[in-house]
């Protein structure tokens, strides 16, 4: 009669309990007159009572253990034999009995086996359920690989050091029954690598010449078959035999290079892993050294000859692009993108050596791009990749005052990026919280004067703020961006000048006053209450912070050299905020291109048209224009600059134009409209 799968559960906690319990009063009793006399404070002038009472619990230990071992005793079959022979008939029921016998085989691996006849009925228990054909619930039929990992836990236990040669023949076994079906060759493959993944060392895998025997005949077959599930099988074994190895190896390297760039979707999965834990293992500096010669005729973005962190960024962003909301596609490649997250994430915290200080801006780039995807995953349709970024940013921005300085570093870019999506100001309170937290225990940096990069960081956020009010045109997009900006800069933990030393403190002052010249400024020309109230708090805090004088204002000129660095950063938020259509004298260094020339243009128009006679505004010959021709661009240019200059003369009263233009003279405008959409 079989076991019920409760039933079977519950008796192998039982059992395992009754093991460990017998163990641990065993070694009591052995060793309690020894520890009673070392805990004694006064062992040196013990009494003969003391002795006498340590013996006493010994004898009672070891009575307790005598029972725990009779109840076990109990609790099992007499032989060894009969637990083999009752575990053989759950596992030839099939499918409802797999977790009964998995249970079964658990506690086999609790068992004592130090009897001869024990050991050869649980070896070739061992070795039978190892050749076992794919069953439905097993790894080739469909299943998870609980089986397969408990099957292989039972046959180190039962075969000891000749576990891993045992396993290596059974896969081969399988493989061979039906050498044309998947279903043997992902069998074979999911046995062998439970294995490799318990293995701590190439010598208790087998040594060097099996895995390299194995590696021949069953894993390379593997990675080149025709079958998906089968080269993701083989790419995830492949990767196990890279990572027991003492160095990277340039040949499998490069084929796990190769699938990660453009294999099928769960192939790129298993491969993607492979290359992170090698990262993780050797370093990325040593994995790119072990990459081939990039040939001359090769792309220069070649992503299996790139440099492992630039790929990892590149598959990040492929997959976020091409994810789709359900379907099988969008699983595994959300797949591909967690398993590159995790990777990026494992490589940003555990940067001991330091090598990813030479990658420049990558290592703050993969911060930014960590971000913008902890923010925009949803914890039920993604719930590894967003457990993964809850736990690695609090534990990264604790970690070092140099893990704080690139987190502080990625904080602008991230924002940049986040402009338009609607998490903008979650974003924002995610980034002051992680900067404000202090330092772990032993971290580094702790300390009043240690630079943690915030002064630095504030001051960038209210240029950005600032250039970010002058340049663009006031619409849906800018206030959550300016409200961003500010609140992210607000809730900075600025260092006091007061516990500095005497040549820090002088410096500090200076860094809070330019902090507090840019924040008026800010203040005063913004027309958000809800920021100007906000900003003036926080300049309330800077002033007791500095110590300095009510009266001491800081001059405007402090705010303007902030200012002067101001040329560089417009591309990189310029795809999400429109241009003003009018700036005085800076409209000749904010114009827009051809395309934003003719929709301002198409804009003005269709305003002038309504305002004239009310109905729809005529088509444009502007959109009959072919964007390939060149030869017009120059009276492009010429027509546009004359349209700037005429519209900022006209809106010069009016505060953050946008592009829709008064209609206080409709016919000048409708006039001006219609030359403008001749000439672009």
């Known amino acids: ?77 007499d032989t060894m034999g009969e637990f083999c022979a009752l575990a053989r008939a759950h596992t030839a029921g099939g499918a409802p009995a797999r977790f009964a016998s998995r249970q079964l085989l658990r506690l086999a691996c609790r068992l004592d086996l130090s009897d001869v006849t024990a050991a050869r009925a649980a070896s070739a228990l061992a070795e039978e359920l190892l050749c076992c054909a794919p069953a439905p619930g097993s790894y080739g039929g469909g299943g998870r690989g609980d089986w397969e990992r408990t099957l292989v836990a039972f046959a180190q236990a039962a075969l000891g050091p000749h576990a891993a040669g045992a396993v290596y023949s059974a896969a081969a076994t399988v493989r061979a029954r039906e050498p044309e079906a998947e279903a043997c060759w992902v069998q074979a493959l999911g046995v062998v690598a439970p294995l490799l993944q318990t293995a701590p060392s190439a010598r208790a ?48 390297v490069a084929l796990l290079r190769s699938a990660a760039a453009c294999d099928a979707r769960p192939v790129r999965t298993q491969a993607v892993r492979a290359l992170c834990d090698l990262a993780l293992l050797h370093g990325p500096e040593r994995l790119n050294q072990a990459l081939p010669p990039t040939p001359q005729e090769a792309p220069a973005d070649d992503a299996a000859s790139a440099p492992l962190l630039p790929s990892l960024l590149r598959w990040l962003g492929e997959a976020a692009q091409g994810l789709a909301p359900g379907g099988g596609a969008a699983e595994e490649e959300e797949e591909v993108r967690t398993v590159a997250a995790e990777g990026l994430a494992k490589l940003l915290l555990l940067d001991c050596a330091g090598e990813l200080a030479g990658q420049g801006a990558l290592p703050c780039e993969a911060l930014a791009q960590l971000m913008l995807l902890h923010q925009s995953a949803d914890e039920h349709a993604h719930p590894r990749l967003a457990q993964c970024l809850t736990v690695f940013f609090p534990v990264f921005a604790a970690a070092s005052a140099q893990h704080k300085l690139r987190l502080a570093a990625a904080a602008l870019p991230a924002l940049r990026s986040a402009v338009g999506r609607r998490w903008l100001p979650k974003l924002a309170a995610f980034l002051g919280q992680q900067l404000g937290e202090p330092l772990a225990q032993g971290a580094g940096g702790n300390d009043a004067g240690a630079d943690l990069g915030m002064e630095a960081l504030a001051r960038e956020l209210l240029r950005e703020a600032l250039l970010a009010h002058s340049h663009f045109a006031k619409g849906a997009q800018l206030k959550p961006f300016l409200a961003a900006l500010v609140r992210t800069a ?25 902090l507090r010249a840019c924040a008026q400024l800010l203040r005063d020309r913004l027309a958000d209450k809800p920021l100007a109230k906000e900003l003036n708090a926080w300049l309330a805090r800077l002033l007791k912070l500095a110590g300095v004088a009510a009266e001491e204002e800081p001059s405007e000129e402090l705010a303007m050299a902030v200012l002067e660095r101001g040329d560089e950063w417009r591309e990189s938020v310029a795809h999400a905020l429109p241009l003003k259509a009018s700036g005085g004298a800076g409209a000749a260094a904010t114009r827009a291109p051809r395309a934003a020339k003719v929709a301002a243009a198409e804009t003005i128009a269709m305003v002038a048209t309504r305002t004239r006679g009310g109905g729809k505004a005529p088509a444009p010959q502007a959109a009959a224009l072919s964007d390939s021709d060149e030869s017009e661009e120059d009276d492009d240019d010429a027509s546009a600059d004359n349209f700037n200059d005429s519209e900022a003369s006209d809106a010069s009263d009016a505060e953050d134009a946008d592009l829709d233009v008064q209609p206080s003279k409709p016919v000048a405008r409708a006039a001006l409209a219609e030359n403008i959409a001749l000439n672009v």
């Not at 065993?26 to 009572?49: H, I, K, R, Y």
């Open 1 to 77: 009669m079989p076991v019920p799968p409760e039933l079977a559960l519950y008796w192998r906690v039982i059992c395992e309990a009754l093991t460990s319990d017998a163990a641990a009063l065993g070694s009591g009793a052995a060793t309690g007159g020894c520890v009673a006399l070392q805990q004694c404070p006064l062992s040196p002038w013990c009494t003969d009572a003391v002795v006498a009472r340590s013996g006493q619990a010994a004898a009672v230990a070891a009575a307790s253990a005598s029972e725990k071992l009779e109840a076990l005793e109990a609790a099992l079959p």
């Open 205 to 252: 895998a087998g040594g060097a010449a099996a895995l390299r025997d194995l590696q021949r005949d069953l894993v390379l077959p593997a990675v080149q078959h025709a079958s998906a599930a089968v080269r993701r099988e083989g790419m995830r074994c492949l990767g196990l035999l890279c990572c027991l190895e003492a160095a990277p190896d340039a040949a499998l």
């Open 490 to 514: 607000t809730s900075l933990q600025l260092r006091a000048p007061d516990a500095m030393p005497a040549h820090q403190a002088q410096a500090q002052v200076a860094a809070i006053q330019s």
